[in-house]
């Protein structure tokens, strides 16, 4: 018990406001990278779903081989920006495109977009700026 009573009145009030903006600090950024883990998610699935629609196009591993098989690469382009605008993410085309590999005697599709963007939504905490996903698919439906 204090003496002096009239002494501690406002010191509640002066500690909650020096740690007010640590205390904001820490919940902006919980928050910022919950959002980007959470974005992250719904990209790297959508981009899943584009390079299996893309390795589901028939093709032979002669014609990957040769660098054929722009259906598949077309299609996988072309899903991933669908699939990417129902998430809320507008990309003209991917970029780097996807490439039509070659993989234990099949034909595979790799995906590695750098072009997709991350926008925090606080900004209170540094942050990545863009995802960073590869995706390689083994084409099963390949001769």
């Known amino acids: 018990m204090s003496f002096f009573p009239h002494r501690r009145r406002g010191a509640n009030a002066v500690e909650f406001a020096l740690l007010l903006p640590f205390l904001t600090l820490i919940m ?20 899943r779903d584009a390079v299996r629609a893309g390795a589901g ?4 591993v002669s014609e990957v ?13 072309a899903v991933a920006v ?8 507008t990309v003209a085309s991917l970029s780097p495109a996807p490439q039509m590999i070659a993989l234990s005697g099949t034909c595979g599709i790799q995906l ?21 996903i590869q995706l390689t698919y083994m084409a099963l439906y390949c001769q």
Do not use: K
């Open 82 to 89: 669908a699939s990417l605008a129902d998430v809320g993410i």
């Open 28 to 47: 902006g950024g919980l928050v910022d990278f919950g959002w980007f883990f959470y974005r992250e998610g719904l990209v790297t699935n959508a981009l």
């Open 112 to 132: 590695a977009p750098t072009n997709i963007t991350h926008t925090p939504l606080m900004g209170l905490v540094p942050m990545p700026t863009s995802y960073r």
């Open 57 to 60: 196009v028939h093709q032979t």
């Open 65 to 77: 081989n040769t660098g054929g098989c722009a259906a598949c690469i077309a299609t996988t382009q």
